[in-house]
Each structure stands twice: as C-alpha cells, then as structure tokens.
C-alpha cells in the first residue's frame, strides 16, 4: 500500500473514531457544533479544497463540488434547526471509503499491466573478439560498442558506426513508416531493429536511454479510455449540472409556490431534499465499477496467457467480426524441416551450410530453422555484410561473395532465374555470386489445434475467417483448406498485406472489428494498421509485441476465441453495471425529491450499488471456464 493509500485510511479510521466518541459527549448548542467540525475537517478537507480550486478554475461540476455542497448545507441545517451534524460527516466518510477503495483496485491493476508488458530490453550484445556476449543494458557504459540484429530491440541510444538498416520506430513515435539509418546517424533506445545488423556506439547510459522514457509511455497507454469509460465522462458533463440545477429548483420553486398558496414555505424541509438530492445524485459505483470491471476483464484475461494492452482493446475484442490471420508462425509451427534439395551443384551439406551463414542474423522461422538444420556452430568471421529483404529473402556476403537465399521474387529481382519446384512445400532458392545453385525444400507444420481454433471462432460468431500469406500458393491452398478458412492470398509483399487488410476496413460493415493476428515477422506494420493487432507472443519479435495491441503469451490459436469471449463477457458485465447503478440512482432521485429519502438512506444506497458492481466486476476475472 502507498503512503497516500495509508493517510488516507488513518484519516478514515480517526474520524469514524471520533464520530463515535461524539456521539457520547454531553455537549449542544454552538459548542456541538465546532467539536463536529473536527472530524468533518479531517476527513473532507481535500474535498473542500479540490471544490474550491474547481470554483476557481471556473470547473464548477464535479463530485467534489457536489460533495462540498451537501455536507456544507447538512451541516447550516443542524446548526440552524436540527441539531444534527453526524449525517454530515458520515456521507463525506463513507464518500472517501469509496475513493480509497478506488484508487486501491486502479493502482494495483495499472503495476499488473506494466509488470506483464515489460517493454524493457532484456540484454544488449556486445561484441568481444568476434564473440557476442549478452549483458544487462544497465551494465553498458557510455562509448561502448553494441551489435544489434534484425528483430532485436535496441537497448541504448547511441549512434550507428556500422551497417545499415531499417527501424521501426512506431512505440516511440506512433509513426509507423519504417526509419532507414546508416553510419553516423543517431539512433534512440526501445526502436527494433529490421532489417541489417546494426553495430552502435553508445551515447548514453541506460537510465538516461530513451526506453526509459517509453516505460512511462506504457503506463499511460494502459490507462487509455474506451468507448465505455469515455461515457462516464460524458455522461459526467451534462448529468452534473443537471442535478445541481434540479437540486436549486427543489429547494427555491416549492417554497415559493407554497407561498404564493399563503401555505408555511418549509424552507428548511426542502432544502434539506435539495441536499439530500445532492448526495444522491454522486455516481460513485459508476465512477468506480467501470473501470474496476475492465481491469478485471484484462487482468482475468492476463491470466489466461493473453495480454491486453488496454480497455479500449478489450472493447474492440468484444466486437471481432473478420479474424485475419499470417500463416507462417502463426497458424503453423513456424519450424520447418529440410525435407529436400534440388538442383544443387554443391554437396548437400555445403549447400546447407551457406544457407545457415546466410541465414545467421536472421529472425525469421525459415532462418531459424535453416540454423538448426546445419546444428553446428558458424564461423561469423566468413559473413560480412547483411541485408533482410522483407517478404523476400536475405542477401549476404559469404567469404567475400554475394550469397542470396529466398524465394523465386528475391531470384529475379537479382537477375537470376530461379529454376521453379513442382513439390509442395516453402522454397529458399540459392544463389552464390550471382550463380543460380538450386533450391531447398522445407516444411512447416500447422499446429496441432489450429483447425479446431477455427472453428471455435466461428462458434464465438467471428463471421469471416481470412489467411494472407508471403509463401507460395501450393503451401497456402493447402493449409487454408486442411483448416476450413474462408478466405486466402498468397505470395504477398509486408505491403500487400496491408493493403488488403485496407480493403477489408473499408468494406467492413460498421461498428465491427478487423483483428489480424501475426508474429510480427515481416507483418508487424499489418498489426498496427488493423482495427485490432494480436500477436503471437512467445515465437512473435519484439516488433510484434510491441505494434499489437493484444498479445497471445504461448502462441496457441485457441486462445483467439477465448479472447473474444473473455471481452465480451466483461462487456455485458460493464453494461449490466452502467444500468443497475444508473437505475438505482433514478429511484433514490426520485424517492428523494418526493421527501421520502434522506440523507443516510441515499449514502446506504450508493455504497449498496457500489459494492454490488464492484463484486459484479469481479466476476470479469474468472476466465477459465470460458
Ligand atoms: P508469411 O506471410 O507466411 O509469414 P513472410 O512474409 O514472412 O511469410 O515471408 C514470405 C516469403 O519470403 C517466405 O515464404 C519466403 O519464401 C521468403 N522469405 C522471407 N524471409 C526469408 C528468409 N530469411 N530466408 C528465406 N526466405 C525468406
Ligand atoms: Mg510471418
């Protein structure tokens, strides 16, 4: 618990102590009246003073105001006719149980969300005698060199000495074009590195870096406000002074019109209703339960391995209509085998050798797997300069000449013709100094529940399944078929596939949701420009992690539609809360302006709703039945 948490419930405490106490002493009249104002100074003083600020700033409409007001008027009531002043201090009481409670369950959710999406880069590579060597970030001093390749997060500010790439930049800007660097340009901490290796002195110690900064970026992100929360302060805007000016009407108009009938006016009877009207109309449980139900909802989900990055993208999940998927990584294994290879001039395995130098910076699965493939350690000391081209292949210098492996695109766009495979499978054609020497044959697999994945989210009323891939059409008839997805292209570009995620935005029907799900390879600008981003998490890059707004911690498909009906059942939970604590306050409106409601009544009430909601929020965690 924070200091500010634990003041606060001193404060709680002592006055609650008091009241009691008070309650006993045998004093009235004027010298009652000052003693009260003890405890009600304690426990409202900061109430008053953020009203009187709001006066000041010409805000004039907040519960703060409303509270002033109520208690203020409670308190002229006793000191003129009743004798009363504990109704006064109770409603500001229990007024401030409800914050502490609030700012308790918000702050606790926001350290679990920053805790799950640590954006924090996890080590830096330096480079000792051709050697790499992971270190923590904290650890590198300032001038030091660093090697950074494609996928990877840079960990530190500083500038390129050698290499050249593409950053993506987007957590840090919101840009989502990618940045190309060279030596000597600057380069700031928390970008990921795309395309080349990146060697990068640095210029500033860790503390200092700009992903520092970016922490606290993500603290606010998760606190971005959906549709559902925008409503509260909607809602806020008109409803407050509404009441205060219904309140001024039921404490002037009566009165006066009691008068003008030559009856008694009652002033006190309804400003007193004016007032009491006043402490009811505080939309505590809507204030509190909304936002306590959302983090509920994210941390129920958190749970269940899927990360989400805020209520906004909770909301968004519950409303999926079109799920697009990448194939590779992400509705296959990611991890091929070397089932074949063709045409090749050179040995077996000094074909595979070259394609696992080529290879050796990349991230990509094909990359990954050609590593393992070859299963023995490489002399770096061969490969010189590298180039990822997205989509495509790499291209890479290998004892001083230009190996390229990809597929037949990456050939042509070299000059050199590819000689076509009739086998069904992912192709890495080979080229060695501009010479066509053959192509592999590899082979993923789809994963074990992606079919059933599928059909769940049909189940959960997803009406559009979509696959986009870069692989060839062969690969990606078969698996959209063996999978039972609506829809697929094949041989796409990273820029195609945005494109036709475009298209579907635009053809869309209104108020649904496009969700692409990828692993951020090569598809991590389609994540961002996507209603809805997930990524794969575990196989995913940092790029994915960091441009998707929900991100699937094992990589299993299952969890897509679990996801959905995570969201939508926090959805109905926020709804069912809005009109229960929105209906109840009509009632005791109402009730209250017909005299028929008084003060504790309408602060019983509020806290009965308010805990109702709360424990209806609760509700959001559990998840696992779902
Ligand atoms: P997907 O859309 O299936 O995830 P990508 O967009 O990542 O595929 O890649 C498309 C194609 O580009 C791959 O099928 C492969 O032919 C080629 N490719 C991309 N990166 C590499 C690489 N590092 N090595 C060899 N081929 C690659
Ligand atoms: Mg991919």
């Known amino acids: 618990m924070t200091k500010k948490l634990k003041k606060m419930l001193i404060r709680i405490i002592v006055t609650a102590v008091l009241l009691v106490a008070l309650h006993f002493v045998p004093v009235s ?15 409202g003083y900061d109430i008053l003073r953020k009203a009187w600020r709001g006066i000041l700033n010409r805000q004039v409409f907040d519960e703060n105001f409303l509270m002033a007001v109520a208690t203020i008027g409670a308190l002229a009531i006793g000191l003129l006719k009743t004798g009363d002043y504990e109704e006064s201090v109770a409603v500001m009481l229990f007024y401030q149980v409800g914050e502490l409670f609030q700012s308790y369950a918000v702050g606790k959710s926001r350290r679990n969300i920053s805790e799950l999406m640590d954006i924090r880069p996890d080590y830096a590579n330096i480079d000792t005698n051709g050697q790499l060597t992971r270190v923590d970030p904290d650890e590198v001093a300032v001038g030091t060199v660093i090697v950074v390749n494609p996928g990877e997060k840079v960990p530190l500010d500083g500038i390129v000495e050698s290499g050249e790439s593409s950053l993506n930049t987007s957590a840090l800007t919101g840009e989502s074009l990618p940045r190309d660097v060279k030596p000597g340009d600057g380069i700031v901490s928390g970008c990921i590195n795309m395309s080349g290796v990146l060697r990068i002195r640095t210029t500033r110690v860790f503390g200092e870096s700009t992903v520092s900064k970016v922490l606290d970026l993500v603290e606010n992100a998760s606190s971005r406000k959906s549709r559902s929360e925008n409503f509260i302060s909607r809602f806020a805007r008109w409803y407050t002074p509404a009441v205060v000016f219904g309140a001024l009407a039921l404490a002037v108009l009566p009165p006066l019109v009691r008068l003008l009938l030559s009856f008694p006016p009652e002033w006190s009877e309804w400003v007193y209703r004016a007032l009491t009207f006043l402490v009811i109309s505080c939309p ?4 509190i339960s909304i936002p306590l139900s959302f983090f509920a909802g994210i941390g129920g989900a958190g749970k269940a391995g899927i990360l989400i990055k805020g209520s906004n993208w909770l909301e968004a999940l519950s409303k999926t209509g079109t799920v697009v998927f990448d194939k590779t990584g992400t509705l296959t294994m990611g991890v091929f085998d070397v089932v074949d290879i063709h045409h090749s001039e050179l040995e077996r395995e000094t074909m595979i050798e070259y394609a696992a130098l080529a290879e050796s910076a990349s991230s990509h699965p094909i990359a990954v797997s050609i590593r393992k493939a070859w299963g023995k350690p490489l002399d770096m ?9 997205s989509g495509n292949g790499v291209v890479v210098e290998i004892d001083g000449q230009e190996v390229a492996a990809g597929n ?10 590819p000689i076509e495979c009739h086998s069904t499978g992912t192709i890495v054609h080979m080229a060695i100094g501009g010479h066509y020497t053959g192509h592999i044959v590899i082979s993923d697999v789809v994963k074990p529940d992606a079919a059933k994945a599928i059909a769940a989210l049909k189940q959960s009323g997803v009406h ?8 060839g ?38 108020g649904e949701i496009v969700a692409f799900v990828g692993d951020g390879i090569n598809d991590a600008p389609v994540l961002t420009r996507a209603d809805l981003g997930i990524a794969m998490g575990a196989l995913g890059s940092d790029a994915a992690i960091e441009a998707a707004d929900v991100v699937l911690m094992d990589d299993d498909p299952m969890k897509i539609s679990k996801a959905i009906r995570i969201a939508r059942k926090c959805m109905r939970i926020v709804y069912e809360n809005i009109v229960l604590a929105i209906g109840v306050k009509a009632v005791c409106l109402v009730l209250g302006a017909l005299g028929l409601a008084n003060m504790w009544l309408a602060v019983f009430a509020d806290v009965g709703v308010m805990i109702l909601a709360v424990l209806n929020a609760i509700r959001a965690l559990f998840v696992s039945r779902l």
Do not use: H, N
């Not at 505590?284 to 204030?287: F, I, P």
């Not at 061969?382 to 081209?389: A, S």
């Not at 078969?478 to 635009?506: C, N």
């Open 29 to 43: 009249g004027i010298a009652r009246f000052l003693l009260y104002l003890i405890p009600y100074g304690i426990i």
């Open 464 to 471: 559009q399944t979509v696959m986009l891939t870069g692989d």
């Open 381 to 389: 000391s061969r490969v010189g300069k590298v180039e990822e081209i």
């Open 284 to 287: 505590c449980a809507l204030v």
């Open 473 to 510: 059409k062969a690969v990606a008839a078969e698996v959209a078929e063996r999978l039972g997805i609506d829809q697929f292209w094949s041989e796409l570009l990273p820029e195609d596939k945005v494109e036709k995620v475009e298209e579907m935005l635009t053809r869309k029907p209104a």
């Open 408 to 417: 037949s695109r990456l050939m042509r766009s070299l000059g050199i013709e």
